[in-house]
């Protein structure tokens, strides 16, 4: 299971960084102050075009002395374009000399859907719809398999997949590495408990994505659904027990087993996160109504 250290304290508590919706040097200086107050596994991806900022940080950070670089877990993402067995090592390769790290921690399939390869993230036809592409993705599990054995990454996993997709890799014949995580969405409205049971069965850790709900960020949520953090009920819970309702939502998650997922710019947010590890277990519990945020 991945260890996370916040402050010399064991928790599963990491802090993923911006999808390219805000300044470049937001996200520079965020995984900096991240990194200065005791976060220590940092989450991007190739689509988030902001690996060049946090590269530059995590070596800011390792110069000045705060980290070393086997202090850091690194998570990249293989792009939805880059699929096709031959491209992944070259995305990878990619990702790391953005980054001007020798290695990524971590390397995961970001969805298990292919689309058009070529230099646009977002290939469209000209009705403004997704142009998709076909792939074994068993094939493409083969080509991460390969990138770990070069020492490319230390470990390889996915995002975004269902048990019948994990179960196709793990059933997959001549297996030699099965995926270490399952990164999706998880929050209190989707807690995803019959994925999270089928993940620990297979010694899978379950990564959640949007664990404190929807930032309202056009593209890429849905727009339409209640704001997780204003639930009447959640709100409730915080202040008997004296907490902010995003403190009980994440500590909901770690005391499930459930690696999570954060993403701020904001200093003060970003301080007040780390304290989800001192709070007592959340009684947070049949808030799931399948509200799904992420719209991609």
């Known amino acids: ?3 996370i250290w916040v402050k010399s304290k064991k928790v599963e508590l990491v802090e993923e960084e911006s999808r390219g919706m805000v300044p470049k040097s937001e996200a520079l200086e965020a995984t900096k102050f991240a990194i200065e107050i005791g976060f220590r596994h940092i989450d991007s991806a190739r689509v988030y075009q902001n690996e060049e900022q946090v590269g530059q940080a995590i070596r800011s950070k390792i110069a000045d002395g705060t980290v070393k670089r086997e202090d850091i877990f690194y998570t990249s993402k293989l792009w939805s374009t880059f699929l096709q067995p031959d491209l992944v090592r070259p995305a ?8 001007q790290l020798d290695y990524v921690d971590l390397y995961i ?18 009705n403004g719809k997704i142009i998709l592409d076909s792939v074994d993705l068993c094939r493409t599990w083969e080509a991460l398999e390969k990138c770990k054995d070069a020492g ?15 179960e196709k890799i793990l059933n997959k014949p001549g297996l030699k590495y099965k995926p270490v995580c399952n990164q999706v969405e998880c929050h209190p409205y989707l807690n995803q408990s019959k994925l999270l049971d089928f993940c620990k069965s297979h010694d899978i850790v379950l990564v959640a994505y949007s664990a404190l709900g929807s930032q309202r960020v056009k593209g890429w949520m849905n727009q339409n659904h209640p704001v997780l953090l204003e639930d009447p009920v959640l709100c409730a819970i915080a202040k008997k027990n004296k907490q902010t309702p995003a403190l009980v939502a994440l500590r909901y998650q770690i005391q499930r087993g459930v690696v999570v997922l ?3 710019f ?5 301080k007040e996160n780390t304290q989800c590890s001192c709070t007592e277990n959340s009684p947070v519990s049949g ?10």
Do not use: W
């Open 92 to 99: 990878l390769e990619k990702s790391l000399k953005d980054l």
């Open 262 to 264: 954060i993403k701020s």
């Open 1 to 3: 299971m991945i260890s």
């Open 266 to 270: 904001n200093k003060k947010r970003i």
């Open 287 to 296: 808030f799931n109504v399948e509200i799904r945020y992420a719209s991609l």
């Open 152 to 166: 490319l990454t230390k470990s390889i996993g996915v995002s975004n997949f269902n048990h019948k997709q994990l």
């Open 109 to 126: 399939i970001h969805f298990p859907v292919a689309m058009k390869p070529g230099e646009e993230l977002l290939p469209k036809d000209e």
